[in-house]
């Protein structure tokens, strides 16, 4: 019902920027927050960042202040930029899509997109 296709991701020296973003195509009505979510190697996914229509953001504290998410809900898209990149940033990063918010820090996830794999080295 709702696809999502994440591009940007790539080889990065740690310190550096990236600019992720996901495009949303289908029956995106009941879409309302948005996220990115990462998973690397041996470890669990964890959420990186929400945004709500409205703009309302949250972030995992490991990102805080480094990584900023934002949406145009006219072109049905939401981007991550990244900055000031560390190895441990390394994953393969998930767009993900929900009717609403779940408990504190994360949402409902209906739909995920197939991730992009970001690397980055020190």
């Known amino acids: 019902q709702v696809q999502l296709v994440e591009s940007g991701g790539g080889l990065v020296q740690a310190g550096g920027s990236l600019r992720l973003s996901c495009a949303a195509s289908?029956?995106?009505?009941?879409?309302?927050?948005m996220g990115w979510y990462r998973q690397a190697p041996g470890k669990q996914r964890e959420m990186v960042a929400t945004?709500?229509?409205?703009?309302?953001?949250n972030y995992a504290d490991s990102v805080k202040g480094r990584f900023t998410i934002s949406r145009d809900n006219a072109k049905n898209t939401v981007y991550l930029q990244m900055n000031s990149l560390k190895p441990e940033d390394t994953a393969v990063y998930y767009c993900?899509?929900?009717?609403?918010?779940?408990?504190?820090?994360?949402?409902?996830?209906?739909?995920w997109g197939k991730g992009t794999l970001v690397t980055v080295s020190s």
């Open positions: 993900a899509a929900g009717p609403r918010l779940d408990t504190i820090g994360s949402m409902w996830v209906d739909y």
């Open positions: 289908g029956n995106i009505f009941s879409i309302n927050p």
């Open positions: 945004i709500t229509r409205l703009s309302d953001t």
